[in-house]
Antibody, heavy 120, light 112 residues
Framework: QVQLMESGGGVVQPGRSLRLSCAASGFTLNNFALHWVRQAPGKGLEWMTFISFDGSVKYYADSVKGRFTISRDNSKNTVYLQMNSLRDDDTAVYYC?????????????WGQGALVTVSS | DVVMTQSPLSLPVTLGQPASISCRSSQSLVYSDGNTYLNWFHQRPGQSPRRLIYKVSNRDSGVPDRFSGSGSGTDFTLKISRVEAEDLGVYYCMQGTHWPLTFGGGTKVEIK
């Protein structure tokens, strides 16, 4: 079964850092681009960041540019989201989802989400 | 950034009746390769989003044929021919043509 799984969520104080991981089962994540999408409590979906299958291309939403960094370790079949200088409004469920926009697999598989709560 | 505007915000429906959701983009979603990267997602409470439609009108595997997507340029529509109980939840359109990628604000489909 094709699945993505996020880990690393939790409660963190404003200004601190947290790193999320996204791992795959049922397919080889190395062959796919990967996105992070978040959803604040009771709100809609917000696209955050993208990394190409080989890590050579990255894009970020303005709201996280300069604070969040996406990376991948294809030897570990894992994609990471390093979140620095966290703010209250970064509180959300963070989903990873696969696929480049031009591909048929674009966002066809999502993880179950990792809850990040930024609070003092 | 491309702004995706969905309407209505809330859609009360009667089971067995049709429903329609509109999605408009602030710029054309036609990419340089000729494709239009407009997608529709459905999210039930407490669940992850699920893709229903990609490239305007292509239904994902396992998506019932009562769902259909249409449109072009900046104006798109998701239609449900006969709403069933499992269709309740929030629907999002999302464009994959321009960076940064952007979602519509969502349309909540609920029982009238």
């Amino acid at each position: 079964q094709v699945q993505l799984m996020e880990s690393g969520g939790g409660v963190v104080q404003p200004g601190r850092s947290l790193r999320l991981s996204c791992a795959a089962s049922g397919f080889t994540l190395n062959n796919f681009a990967l996105h992070w999408v978040r959803q604040a409590p009771g709100k809609g979906l917000e696209w955050m960041t993208f990394i190409s299958f080989d890590g050579s291309v990255k894009y970020y939403a303005d709201s996280v540019k300069g604070r969040f960094t996406i990376s991948r370790d294809n030897s570990k079949n894992t994609v990471y989201l390093q979140m620095n200088s966290l703010r209250d409004d970064d509180t959300a469920v963070y989903y990873c989802a696969r696929g480049a926009p031009s591909g048929a697999n674009f966002l066809d598989c999502w993880g179950q989400g990792a809850l990040v709560t930024v609070s003092s | 950034d491309v702004v995706m505007t969905q309407s209505p915000l809330s859609l009360p429906v009667t089971l067995g009746q049709p429903a329609s959701i509109s999605c408009r983009s602030s710029q054309s979603l036609v990419y340089s390769d000729g494709n239009t990267y407009l997608n529709w997602f459905h999210q039930r409470p407490g669940q992850s989003p699920r893709r229903l439609i990609y490239k305007v009108s292509n239904r994902d595997s396992g998506v019932p044929d009562r769902f259909s997507g249409s449109g072009s340029g900046t104006d798109f529509t998701l239609k449900i021919s006969r709403v069933e109980a499992e269709d309740l939840g929030v629907y999002y359109c999302m464009q994959g043509t321009h960076w940064p990628l952007t979602f519509g604000g969502g349309t909540k489909v609920e029982i009238k």
